[in-house]
């Protein structure tokens, strides 16, 4: 069992920035990859970011390459997503989840936290 817990979320101007963090726990955490996802109302959860603890492998998708960076501490057992120039677009929920694979697909991961909501003003 893996326990997820996000934090960081909050408003944000148009160009800022915000980081978003994400504790785990668990016996068998650093077996896992870990990944953001975001959803806004009325839309499927996107892929965001993932990195696999192992080899520190990175993934982003194409609408966040550049601005967002995903990172571990191992030694937290904590992830981060550090965004910049943000966008209003890039308003959504924003969940953290543990994968046994550095997937881009939401199904692949077994676990999920609560989610912290992201507001990008312009």
């Known amino acids: 069992q893996v326990q997820l817990v996000e934090s960081g979320g909050g408003q944000a101007q148009d160009g800022g920035s915000l980081r978003l963090s994400c504790a785990a726990s668990?016996?068998?955490?650093?077996?896992?990859?870990m990944g953001w996802f975001r959803q806004a109302p009325g839309k499927e959860r996107e892929f965001v970011a993932a990195?696999?603890?192992?080899?520190?492998?990175?993934y982003y998708s194409d609408s966040v390459k550049g601005r967002f960076t995903i990172s571990r501490d191992y030694a937290k057992n904590t992830v981060y997503l550090q965004m910049n120039g943000l966008k209003p677009e890039d308003t959504a929920v924003y969940y953290c989840?543990?994968?046994?694979?550095?997937?881009?697909?939401?199904?692949?991961?077994?676990?999920w936290g609560q989610g912290t909501q992201v507001t990008v003003s312009s």
């Open positions: 989840g543990a994968s046994r694979y550095g997937s881009r697909i939401a199904m692949d991961y077994d676990y």
């Open positions: 668990g016996r068998t955490v650093s077996s896992y990859a």
């Open positions: 990195i696999t603890w192992a080899g520190g492998s990175t």
